[in-house]
């Protein structure tokens, strides 16, 4: 579970502005949630807040118990909470697939027995086994995101923050991506997601879906309840699926 308690969030930069304005939350295991929210609303710096990253300005972040402010127990919480980006060309590191894989795993400091099983079984369920002694420059956008993923997957984080990870992807790499992250029996039953979107059919893949607006929580609830509030989502610059503003025309 992680506990978010009254967080407020500012950077150095700008120590008066807000960016989190006391935020009540609380993320359960195995339950999968989506974030929505307009540009700036505070998505990724409490995405950044949830895996240690950054430290709450005000408040507390709890995961399993760990909090985020204290030193040792930050170390864990990074390794409890996993993170994929928008761009993957600004998290892999490594020149071929295989060792983009096994990174992390090096860091874990997992025995090489282990870590072999492992980066084999990840690359054959992405499908990326036969380009495992390719550079990672040369697959796709969708490829790569998918690599991105499975290196943080191969780690056996509990939670998985996806941050608009399939924004700059084409439809059929988007799908790909949710159905790894959100839909595979497999991953699902073994980390939680929480997935940051632009595409408001995504939440519908996942059971809760909570919407920021200035740094606030703005709904809460299944995605089929928020949805039931596409006026008042639609002023602070979040739309719905199709399916409800279709039904506005057909009721
Ligand atoms: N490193 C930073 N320093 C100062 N302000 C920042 C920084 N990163 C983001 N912000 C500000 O915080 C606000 C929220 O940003 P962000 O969390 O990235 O929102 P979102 O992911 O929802 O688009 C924005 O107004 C942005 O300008
Ligand atoms: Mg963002």
Redesign the pocket.
Known sequence: MIEIRDLYFS????KD?F??NGIDLIIEEGKSVSIM????????????CLNGLFRPTRGQVLVDGLNTANETENFEVRKLVGMVFQNPDNQIVSTTVEREVAFGLENLGIDPAEMHERVKNVLNDFNLSEYMFHSPHYLSGGEKQLLAVAAVLVMRPKYLIL??PTSLLDPFSRDRILEMTLRNGKFVRQVTPIL?TQFPEETLHTERLIV?NQ?RVFLDGSPEEVFEHRESLATIGVGVPIEWELKEWLT
């Open positions: 950077y150095p930069e700008n502005r960016i989190l929210g307009a540009n700036g609303s505070g998505k990724t710096t409490l995405a950044r941050d608009e940051i920021l740094g």
